[in-house]
């Protein structure tokens, strides 16, 4: 699980944006990221994958895209 924020004072910019990986139970992976205002209830959107590869580099995919939009990671 990755933890990211972004936090901007002088445009009142507070987000987070959560990446992790889990399996299912039916032996398929699910990508699953959450997002929105800290201190908010978030939108979260699962995405399934056939294998542990493939939602692998999709979320290296996703954090390589918030990262290059601001976004630091967080303990």
Do not use: C
């Amino acid at each position: 699980m990755l933890y990211l924020t972004r936090t901007d004072a002088t445009r009142n910019m507070k987000r987070f944006y959560l990446v992790q990986l889990a399996p299912t139970l039916f032996g398929e992976w699910m990508l699953i990221r959450e997002w929105g205002r800290i201190g908010q209830p978030g939108t979260v959107w699962f995405t399934s994958f056939e294998s542990q590869d493939e939602a692998e580099l999709e979320e290296r995919r996703t954090i390589k895209r918030r990262l290059s939009h601001g976004y630091s990671a967080r303990d």
